[in-house]
C-alpha cells in the first residue's frame, strides 16, 4: 500500500512539473513576441518619420516659433561701436588716398580684384561695403541695385580637408551622411553652395585673406579665373534617373560665381601668395596718426551725447592705436559717466579707464632738433607696416689694428606664419661694411680706425635700407662735424657710393613728418611727384656725394667738400 501511493505520487510531482515549465515558457514567449513587436514600431515610426522629413507635430512647431519671436523681441542698446560705425566715406578718418583708390578699382565699369593691407581698426571693411554702395549707383557699373556683399572672416571658416563641409567654396552632402533626407535614401548626392556662390554679382570680402589654408586658397584662384564653382561626388552618376535635372545641372556645369573679391590684411604684402597677389590691385590703408584718433574721439563722444572736459580727445590720442582702440575707451568713459549720474567727462576718468584697461601712453618718436657729431635719424618700416624713426650713433677712433662693431640690432628673428615660420637674419652689419668700403675714398683706412655703429632701443633692422644713415653717422663722426637733428634719411648704400632704392617709403616720409623731420632724403629711383606736397622737404639722391653736399653747404660758415668729399673746415651751416 505504502508502495502505491509513492508511485502515485512521484507520477502527480512529475505532472506539476510538467506543467510548470510549460507554463514558463509559455511566458518567456510571449514577453519575447511583444519585445519584437515594440522594436518593429520603433523602426517602422523612425523610418517612417525620417522618410517624412522629420516634421515637428504643430504644437511643437508653434511653440519653437513663439521662443524665437520672443527672443526678437528681446534687444539690448545698440553698442557705441556700432553706432559709430562710418555710414558715409567722409566718415573714414585718414584714409583719402586709400578710397579714392578704392573707388578707381570698383566703380568702375571694369571693377578689379582688390587686396587692402592695413593695421586693424583703419576702416577697411567699412570702406569696402560703403564702396560697394556707390558702385551700384552708378549707370556704367556691372554692380546691380541687389548686388551683394558677403563677408567672411579667413580666421573662422570651419574647413574640413575632406570636402564635408567648406563654407568658403561650398560641399557636396553624400547619401552615407546623416540627415541627407529623402534624396539621400534615393542615393542622391547634394550641392551645398558656399560664400563664392552667395556672392554671385556681388563682392565677396574676406577678412584676413592671409589666412585662409593653402588647399582653398588654391581652389580660390580657380574660381577667379574660371566664375564658376564645381562640385564632385563619388556618389554622383549621368544615368541615375532618381537625380533631379537641377542636380545633373550642377554637377555637370556648375554654378556661376561671378564676383569681385576683396581680401583684407594686417599682413605684409610680402607674406601673401604671388598667384593672389597678381590678380588684384593692391590698395594699402595707413596707420591712424595724432590728428585722425583725436577727430574719431571727437566724433564718438559727440554721439554719446555726454559733456567733456577740453582737450579731452587729445590725451585720448595718447592712448589709442587705432579706431576701435578709440571707440573702446569712449565706450567706457560714457558708461562710467552715465553710471555716476550723466555727470562731465574728466581726465581723472580718462586716467581710470587707461589703468584698468591696461592701456599703455603711446610713445611718439620726436626728433631732437639740436645738431650733435656721429648720430643721424635713419627711417625705418615696423612689422605691422607703420613707418618710424630709428636712431643710429657712431663713433669713430684710431687704433693700432681696424674693428667694426655693430650693436644694438636684433641679430636673428623668426618669423612665425600660420602655415610655417622662418628666420631671417640682419643685414645691417653687412650693410656697415659696404658704408667703411666706401668711406675710404674719403680719407678713411680701415685698419687704423675702430669704428662702433649701434641702434639704440634693439630694433629689429634689417640693413639695407639703413646704409646711406648709417654713412652719415660714421662720416660725421670721423670729421667731428655735426649733422641737423631735423634730418632724417634712408636708401641702401652700394659699393661705388650710389644711393639704392627701398621700400616703404611712403610711409617712413608719413612717420619723418609726424616726428618734426623739416628734410629727408631718399634714393633717387623711389621719388614720387607727391612727395613735393608733404610738409616737409624731400631731396632725391643718387649717390653719397650728393648727400655730403646738401647736408653740409658751402656757405661761408660751412664744411666745404670738395670733389673728392674732403672737408676742409670744421665749421658747418647745417639745414
Known sequence: MDRFHFFRDTITNKKKKGEDLVNGWSVLTIVQILFFALGAYYFFTKSKKKRSGGSYSPDENSKQMHELEAM????????LSEQTRPKDLAEIIGQEKAIKA????????????????????????????????????????PFGETAKFVEIDATTLQFDERNIADPLMGSVHDPIYQGSGALGQLGVPQPRPGAICDAHGGVLFIDEIGELHPVQMNKLLKVLEDRIARFQSSYYSRENKNIPPYVHEIFQKGIPADFRLIGATTRNPSDIPPALRSRCTEIFFEGLDKKSVEQIARNSLNRGGMPYEEGLCERIACYAHGGRDTVNIVQSLTS????????????????????????????????????????????????????TLLAIEATVQKSEKGLLTVTGIVEEEEIRGKQR?????????????????????????????????????????DGPSAGVAMFLAVYSAFTGTAVDGEVALTGE????????????????????????????????????????SLGLSVKPLENVHELLEQVFRKDENSVVVDEEGILTAQKSELW
Open 493 to 532: 648704400i652700394g659699393l661705388l657710393g650710389q644711393v639704392l632704392p627701398v621700400g616703404g617709403v611712403a610711409d617712413k616720409l608719413a612717420a619723418a613728418e609726424d616726428a618734426g623731420v623739416k628734410c629727408a632724403f631718399i634714393p633717387k629711383e623711389n621719388w614720387r611727384e607727391a612727395y613735393g
Open 102 to 141: 578704392l573707388r578707381a578699382a570698383l566703380c568702375g565699369p571694369n571693377p578689379q580684384h582688390i587686396l587692402i593691407y592695413g593695421p586693424p581698426g583703419v576702416g577697411k571693411t567699412a570702406a569696402a561695403r560703403l564702396i560697394l554702395e556707390e558702385a551700384r549707383k552708378k549707370e556704367d557699373s
Open 336 to 387: 562710467l559717466a552715465v553710471m555716476e549720474g550723466n555727470r562731465k567727462i574728466t581726465f581723472a576718468d580718462l586716467d581710470w579707464v587707461a589703468e584698468t584697461g591696461r592701456y599703455q601712453p603711446i610713445l611718439r618718436k620726436k626728433v631732437n632738433k639740436k645738431a650733435q657729431i656721429g648720430v643721424v635719424n635713419g627711417m625705418a618700416v615696423q612689422s605691422g607696416g607703420n613707418g
Open 72 to 79: 526678437r523681441r528681446r534687444m539690448l542698446t545698440e553698442p
Open 421 to 461: 615660420s622662418s628666420r631671417r637674419k640682419s643685414n645691417a652689419r653687412s650693410s656697415a661694411e659696404n658704408v667703411l668700403t666706401v668711406m675710404e675714398k674719403y680719407g678713411f683706412i680701415k685698419d687704423m680706425y675702430q669704428v662702433h655703429i649701434n641702434f639704440p632701443g634693439g630694433t629689429p633692422v
